[in-house]
């Protein structure tokens, strides 16, 4: 089935000149609902009768409110993607950092984040490394802490639904743009709600607390 657009940048808060490049003349574009254009994108948009797909802003039952998110230099443009996509959604993000490209470790930002879901400062929080596995090693050794790393949206589901995840980390390498956003929206929308799934979980809570120093 063929898409109702060319191209998608609804992850972007801001439309540049760069990300309408290429695109033929009455090309259709998708964009988030709020999104702002420079100057240079609005002349392009008139000037090729570029037609504009607003994508609405969905409305979420989701108890989740507050996001940590966070990356290495490999996560980076990622991480700003992902970031403008969830305030598009209307939820308050908190950025952790890395703030480039530039080589870092990705055990700092894992734990950052982490320790600001286990001190109950955000709901849930999103760590992006080359891999996701890395993030989640590091993210785990924080009281309090489920990080689960997910590549399909089914993994997300299942690490929320059955594990009680608060932490979901990605690899930016593994998957594209779109599905991590498809991985994100299962991740948040899906809760922890059988008590045969909460006993378990609870489980992995008493095995945490026997090895604390």
Known sequence: MAREWDRDESAKSLITEDDLRGLDEGARVRVAE????????????????????????????????????????????????????LSDQGLNV????????????????????AKSVSGHQVDIGIIIDGAGIGSAMAANKVP??????????????NSREHNGANVLTLGAGQNSLDEVKQIIEAFISTDISEDRHKKRVGKIDNIDRQYRC
């Open 34 to 85: 709020n999104a702002k254009f420079t100057s240079l994108a609005e002349d392009i948009v008139k000037d090729r009768q570029i037609e504009l797909i607003r994508k609405t802003a969905r409305k979420s039952t989701s108890k989740v409110r507050s996001i940590a998110i966070g990356s290495d230099h490999g996560g980076f443009k990622m991480k700003d993607q992902i970031k403008s996509y």
């Open 94 to 113: 908190r950025d952790f950092g890395t703030e480039s490209e530039d080589a870092v470790d990705y055990p700092d930002f894992a734990h950052a984040v």
């Open 144 to 157: 309090n802490v489920r990080a689960a790393a997910c590549y399909s949206v089914a993994l997300a589901k």
